[in-house]
Nanobody
Framework: VQLQASGGGLVQAGGSLRLSCVAS????????MGWFRQAPGKEREFVAA????????YYADLAKGRFTISRDNAKNTVYLQMNSLKPEDTAVYYC??????????????????WGQGTLVTVSS
């Protein structure tokens, strides 16, 4: 499956963005999905994950109360709604499709598929 992330951009602190991740070449409903991010000079870190049906969601502490992950399997799309953005949220955001529930805890590895990333810049 190929993933295409979009929706990044420049936003002021306190603003909102909605990221989208569209899958092609496969059925998104077969995968557990997640969002990760990587800031310059830092390790990639987990943001959020969602179950096959969307009934269960998982968030890193950095995202709780501000970000919401959702999915529309009919559209083969996963979303990340980001509110109350802070300058420290500046990063490239990646979506990932995993055959394993390990993504719920922010782990990734062999068999996972990644999008190309979309840049989010939050100005102060």
């Amino acid at each position: 499956v190929q993933l295409q992330a979009s929706g990044g951009g420049l936003v002021q602190a306190g603003g909102s963005l909605r990221l989208s991740c569209v899958a092609s070449g496969g059925t998104l409903s077969s995968y557990f999905m997640g969002w990760f991010r990587q800031a310059p000079g830092k390790e990639r870190e987990f943001v959020a994950a969602i179950s096959w049906t969307g009934s269960s969601t998982y968030y890193a502490d950095l995202a709780k109360g501000r970000f919401t992950i959702s999915r529309d399997n009919a559209k083969n799309t996963v979303y990340l709604q980001m509110n109350s953005l802070k300058p420290e949220d500046t990063a490239v955001y990646y979506c990932a499709a995993s055959p394993s529930r390990r993504i719920y805890s922010g782990s990734y590895g062999i068999g996972d598929h990644w999008g190309q990333g979309t840049l989010v810049t939050v100005s102060s």
